[in-house]
């Protein structure tokens, strides 16, 4: 039985459940995910999100299968690597995620990053090659080409819903200012230390839903322990709403981006935290607030691409800035 959680619709038509379930983890992650995504299941989770660069779609799969829960009733994300962004690499890629998963179709399908890499293979050795320098040179592939091939996917009947993943504003206006079908989703890191105040906003005042990743502010991100900043979870306003609630810091994070207006995908495989994540509450707007206020001045992004994949990826200009 699904979970009580609300539901947004979409700007293609269907309804995604607010709360989903987030399968991006370490090496150990593809024997994890199987297991922890049937616990979901059970607990009544619909959404699910996932990628090819997680390695685990298999699991995911079976998973759904061996719960014997319908498949139209789960909404499942899957996502286009950076390297496959050349058109004619898209519907390959995606027919390679339709067979991980088991599926005749795709629920949404988004670009991972909006950078583009060059092309090694669809192996996964072969899809984050860096060179010397420890950087990933980007190439120069227009968004919107690799975008009209996604389109195709949605006319052909692989696809059912496409969207983007941390795009800016800039580049979502510019995008939809040639697409023939706007993006649904945008998929973003969103949390107290990082509320992206601006971008919900434009969300909502132009139709694109936002999913949030990483929405508890990455506990383990280094800067934290480095600059003596509490962690998200231990800020006194988290805390304060935790007891007032008598929830814990993780679901307060949780349902403050569901009081925001969007999806929240939180990881473990934990079964009695992914029960507990599922749990939906109202919370009352100053609350909300308190929250949003933490990273209002000073936000923080613990997913930088730059770090991750080298000084070429600077997608939001954050490192220009410093220099």
Same mark, same amino acid.
């Given at each position: 039985?699904?979970?009580?959680? &609300?539901?947004?619709?979409?700007?293609?038509?269907?309804?995604?459940?607010?709360?989903?379930?987030?399968?991006?983890?370490?090496?150990?992650?593809?024997?994890?995910?199987?297991?922890?995504?049937?616990?979901?299941?059970?607990?009544?989770?619909?959404?699910?999100?996932?990628?090819?660069?997680?390695?685990?779609?298999?699991?995911?799969?079976?998973?759904?299968?061996?719960?014997?829960?319908?498949?139209? /009733?789960?909404?499942?994300?899957?996502?286009?690597?950076?390297?496959?962004?050349?058109?004619?690499?898209?519907?390959?890629?995606?027919?390679?995620?339709? /067979?991980?998963?088991?599926?005749?179709?795709?629920?949404?399908?988004?670009?991972?990053? &909006?950078?583009?890499?060059?092309?090694?293979?669809?192996?996964?050795?072969?899809?984050?090659?860096?060179?010397?320098?420890?950087?990933?040179?980007?190439?120069?592939?227009?968004?919107?080409?690799?975008?009209?091939?996604?389109?195709?996917?949605?006319?052909?009947?692989?696809?059912?819903?496409?969207?983007?993943?941390?795009?800016?504003?800039?580049?979502?206006?510019?995008?939809?200012?040639?697409?023939?079908?706007?993006?649904?989703?945008?998929?973003?890191?969103?949390?107290?230390?990082? &509320?992206?105040?601006?971008?919900?906003?434009?969300?909502?005042?132009?139709?694109?839903?936002?999913?949030?990743?990483?929405?508890?502010?990455?506990?383990?991100?280094?800067?934290?322990?480095?600059?003596?900043?509490?962690?998200?979870?231990?800020?006194?306003?988290?805390?304060?709403?935790?007891?007032?609630?008598?929830?814990?810091?993780?679901?307060?994070?949780?349902?403050?981006?569901?009081?925001?207006?969007?999806?929240?995908?939180?990881?473990?495989?934990?079964?009695?935290?992914?029960?507990?994540?599922?749990?939906?509450?109202?919370?009352?707007?100053?609350?909300? /607030?308190?929250?949003?206020?933490?990273?209002? /001045?000073?936000?923080?992004?613990?997913?930088?691409?730059?770090?991750?994949?080298?000084?070429?990826?600077?997608?939001?200009?954050?490192?220009?800035?410093?220099?």
């Amino acid at each position: 039985m699904a979970a009580n959680v &609300p539901t947004i619709k979409l700007n293609s038509g269907y309804d995604l459940p607010m709360i989903g379930y987030g399968t991006f983890g370490g090496a150990d992650a593809p024997h994890l995910v199987h297991d922890a995504a049937k616990v979901a299941l059970k607990c009544g989770y619909r959404h699910f999100d996932t990628a090819y660069l997680y390695k685990t779609e298999r699991s995911l799969g079976d998973a759904i299968r061996e719960s014997g829960v319908p498949r139209e /009733e789960v909404f499942v994300t899957t996502k286009l690597w950076q390297t496959f962004k050349r058109p004619e690499h898209v519907r390959p890629a995606c027919e390679r995620s339709l /067979e991980e998963l088991g599926f005749d179709y795709i629920d949404m399908y988004m670009f991972h990053w &909006p950078m583009a890499w060059e092309f090694h293979g669809f192996e996964h050795d072969q899809i984050q090659v860096k060179d010397e320098n420890n950087d990933i040179k980007c190439i120069d592939i227009p968004i919107i080409d690799t975008w009209r091939e996604m389109e195709k996917l949605v006319k052909d009947g692989l696809v059912r819903s496409i969207g983007v993943s941390n795009f800016t504003i800039e580049m979502l206006e510019e995008l939809i200012s040639k697409a023939e079908i706007p993006p649904a989703m945008n998929q973003i890191e969103i949390h107290p230390s990082l &509320p992206q105040e601006e971008m919900v906003n434009w969300g909502k005042k132009n139709n694109v839903a936002l999913t949030a990743y990483s929405p508890l502010g990455n506990p383990g991100f280094s800067w934290f322990a480095a600059t003596g900043h509490s962690k998200t979870l231990e800020e006194p306003a988290v805390l304060k709403a935790a007891e007032k609630y008598g929830k814990t810091p993780v679901q307060v994070l949780i349902n403050w981006g569901v009081a925001r207006g969007y999806c929240v995908i939180p990881k473990s495989v934990t079964p009695s935290r992914i029960e507990a994540n599922i749990e939906y509450f109202k919370m009352d707007p100053v609350d909300v /607030e308190e929250i949003t206020k933490i990273g209002r /001045e000073s936000p923080v992004r613990t997913c930088d691409p730059v770090l991750m994949f080298g000084p070429s990826n600077d997608v939001f200009g954050e490192h220009k800035k410093k220099d």
